[in-house]
């Protein structure tokens, strides 16, 4: 019996400890909001009637609208034939927004929209924060994002990239990706993030599809949430599981 127990603490604590190693920047939400929405408009070719003729056509929509205080996602789909097609999916998660859509036919339209609220706090002080974005597909989207030091009232970091970026550089700092196709890129936000001030962040993400197809993903991947109570309670549970395994091997 004191083997099996043994054993459960331990594989706790290899869980814990490899998320641990996963998540550099730890973080205390103190608040958080989450939207997911989307919607498709297909107008797809039937046939043809007879006397006198003339083409039939049908109609479809139909849309998801998702919100709350927990990670929010949604999609729909409409499929005809492989030349009338639709789709539309987004995820608003704590740190990451992302939007995807398609659509085959030049008279079809979709779009997703993903957007994420959060207040947070630091667990640790720490000087660069990274930005990861990632667009594939054709260059109808837009994204926007801001991080605001609330205690010192301070702008840290806000973009706004899309197709309608024509030129010059969004502000922020960031990299002019308005209409790259496949682009991926990883931007440092340098900034001494303390553990006693409070900051914000939003970031909202779009992507429109007619007669192709958009996904975008972007937000800061690197921070996550503070273990909880319980989480902790594992953990000890866990190094007093080892300690035992150690004194074991001794004797």
């Known amino acids: 019996?004191?083997?099996?127990?043994?054993?459960?603490?331990?594989?706790?604590f290899l869980i814990f400890t490899g998320n641990v190693i996963a998540?550099?920047?730890?973080?205390?939400?103190?608040?958080?909001?989450?939207?997911a929405w989307g919607d498709y408009d297909v107008d797809y070719f039937i046939g043809v009637s007879p006397d006198p003729p003339y083409l039939l056509y049908g109609n479809a929509s139909d849309s998801y609208n998702n919100a709350g205080t927990t990670p929010q996602s949604g999609n729909i789909s409409f499929y005809y034939d492989p030349y009338d097609e639709a789709y539309a999916s987004s995820s608003a998660h704590l740190f990451t927004a992302s939007a995807s859509t398609d659509a085959r036919d030049e008279s079809s339209h979709a779009n997703a929209r993903a957007q994420v609220d959060a207040t947070f706090r630091p667990l640790n002080n720490f000087n660069t924060l990274d930005f990861s974005w990632s667009n594939s597909g054709s260059r109808w989207y837009l994204v926007s994002g801001s991080l605001v030091d609330l205690t010192d009232n301070v702008v840290i970091w806000n973009v706004l990239a899309g197709m309608w970026i024509l030129a010059g550089t969004p502000p922020g700092g960031v990299e002019d990706f308005k209409a790259e196709y496949g682009f991926a890129a990883v931007v440092p936000i340098n900034y001494a993030f303390e553990s006693d001030h409070v900051y914000s962040m939003d970031l909202f993400a779009w992507s429109n599809a007619n007669w192709d197809g958009t996904t975008v993903s972007f937000g800061f991947p690197d921070l996550v949430t503070a273990p909880e109570p319980t989480t902790m309670l594992l953990l000890g549970l866990g190094l007093v599981g080892l300690a035992g395994l150690r004194r074991k091997f001794k004797q």
């Not at 019996?1 to 706790?12: E, G, Q, T």
């Not at 998540?23 to 205390?28: F, G, H, K, L």
């Open 1 to 12: 019996m004191k083997k099996s127990v043994l054993n459960v603490f331990i594989f706790l």
């Open 23 to 35: 998540a550099p920047i730890p973080v205390e939400v103190i608040s958080s909001s989450f939207h």
